[in-house]
Nanobody, 113 residues
Framework: QVQLVESGGGLVQAGGSLRLSCAAS????????MAWYRQAPGQAYELVAH???????NYADSVKGRFTISRDSAKNTVYLQMNSLKVEDTAVYSCAAPGLKKWGQGTQVTVSS
C-alpha cells in the first residue's frame, strides 16, 4: 500500500522559513519522480517543484530562488525547504508521486504578514 505522509507545516511570519518532509512507503522511491503541489483557498492546484529519480529539480517561477526540493533515498523522504516565505505562499502543500498517481493528505502552511 502506497503512503505519502507530509509533515513540517505550520504558521510562520513573512520572510521566515519552513521545511516540509514527505515520507514515502510502498513504492520504489529511488525510481520515482517526486513532487510538491500546493492549493490555496479557492484556487487550483499548483505544481511547486519536482525532482527526478536522478535528483534533477525543477521549480515553478513563483518559488524559484526561494524554495529547494531535495530527496534522500536512504530515508525514502522528499523535502521542500521554503525560505523568504510570502503571504501568497499560504496553501495546503501535498507531496506526490505523479507517475503512480499517488498523493499525500497535505500539510497546511500559513504565512502571516
Amino acid at each position: 500500500q502506497v503512503q505519502l505522509v507530509e509533515s513540517g507545516g505550520g504558521l510562520v511570519q513573512a520572510g521566515g522559513s519552513l521545511r516540509l518532509s514527505c515520507a514515502a512507503s510502498g513504492i520504489i522511491f529511488s525510481r520515482n519522480t517526486m513532487a510538491w503541489y500546493r492549493q490555496a483557498p479557492g484556487q487550483a492546484y499548483e505544481l511547486v517543484a519536482h525532482i527526478s529519480a536522478r535528483g534533477t529539480p525543477n521549480y515553478a517561477d513563483s518559488v524559484k530562488g526561494r524554495f529547494t526540493i531535495s530527496r534522500d533515498s536512504a530515508k525514502n523522504t522528499v523535502y521542500l525547504q521554503m525560505n523568504s516565505l510570502k503571504v501568497e505562499d499560504t496553501a495546503v502543500y501535498s507531496c506526490a508521486a505523479p507517475g503512480l498517481k499517488k498523493w499525500g493528505q497535505g500539510t497546511q502552511v500559513t504565512v502571516s504578514s
